[in-house]
Structures are given as C-alpha cells and as structure tokens.
C-alpha cells in the first residue's frame, strides 16, 4: 500500500490549503489516518488524526487546534486537511500517516511554507 499526499505549496500569512491524501495498492482497513509535520531542525509531530471509529474521533496538536480540519473518507481511502489561518510556524513538510492492523504507513511528504 503507499499513500500520496497532495496540495502542498507557498500560501501567505493568513491564508489557507488543502492537503490531501489518498491510498493506492492493497489498501486495508484504516484505523486511524492522520497528518504529522516537520519543520527544519525539528522533531516529527503530529498535526492531526482520525479514527474510524467515530467514538474516538480526532485528535489535533495543541499548535492547530481551532485552525485546522481534518475529515477522511473511508470509502475511498483518503484523509483532508483544511489548514486556516496559517501561520509561518506552519511550515514544514507535512506527511500523511495510516494504521492498521498490519502496522503503520508513511506517504512521502509534502512542502508547506507560509510567507511572512
């Protein structure tokens, strides 16, 4: 299975995107799919998660709350990421995440950068 992350790009201070990403090959149930996000000298941290399960439902990094969104489509196999109000802080690389009971998978990466 590999997960493509599309919709990075260079967005002002303020301004907003979309990311998504999607599933490809032998896709299988998705626990839980989110986005992780990494700047430059930084540590990996997660941006924001979905589980299937509605009870559980999602999960955002302190640092987004209230700016970002994250919605899935389990059907299809994708996970959206609508980030308001960004700020430059936001940039980094931006990486989709899925789990399931066969373990973990990573897509490769996409490049947000907010201008000041």
């Known amino acids: 299975v590999q997960l493509q992350a599309f919709g990075g790009g260079l967005v002002h201070v303020g301004g907003s995107l979309r990311l998504s990403c999607a599933a490809s090959g032998s896709v299988p149930r998705f626990n839980t799919m989110g986005w992780y996000r990494q700047a430059p000298g930084k540590e990996r941290e997660l941006v924001a998660r979905?589980?299937?399960?509605?009870?559980?439902?999602?999960e955002y990094g302190d640092s987004v709350k209230g700016r970002f969104t994250i919605s899935r489509d389990s059907a299809k196999n994708t996970v959206q990421l609508q980030m308001n109000s960004l700020k430059p802080d936001d940039t980094a690389v931006y990486y989709c995440n899925a789990n399931s009971a066969w373990g973990e998978v990573w897509g490769q990466g996409t490049l947000v950068t907010v201008s000041s």
């Open positions: 979905i589980s299937r399960n509605r009870f559980v439902g999602t």
